[in-house]
């Protein structure tokens, strides 16, 4: 994990008619092992960056919305290739949730969290230093983030 993030960097969907750009630090890496996340990414977790919304940019194409169950995220696919590139929880506003897989440079990218392991395949492990069984609450996000800038200083 680089702590100076190599701002700004580009990414895009599979097919590459939705482009964007990150030009903040993502403040939390995880690694979603949910039921939902395993279906939408065809995988054993999804892997994500939080960002603020405003260090996002969608440079080429335009997301639509899809995955729906509920109305407490909302995720955003390219409409060509069907990717799963970002979404908005609703619980926490003012943050976007990027697929970490969606950068062009994905090297220095490692799950800081893994969250709802109480739904992970047996054989899917990360590395990452701290997990929860399902998602971390309110009162463990300022911990974890402090944790989080900690972790990116000790293994840039």
Partial sequence: MTKDWNLPREGSCRCGAVRLTMTKPAILTAACH?????KMSASSYSLTLMLPEDGLTVTAGEPVLGGLKGDTVRHFFCPSCLTWIFSKPQRVPG???LRATMLDDTSDIAPFIETWTDEKLAFAETG???RFPQFPGPEDMAPLRRDFAEWTERNP
């Fill in 128 to 130: 990452a230093p701290k």
């Fill in 95 to 97: 943050f976007i949730n």
């Fill in 34 to 38: 949910c039921r939902g996340c395993q």
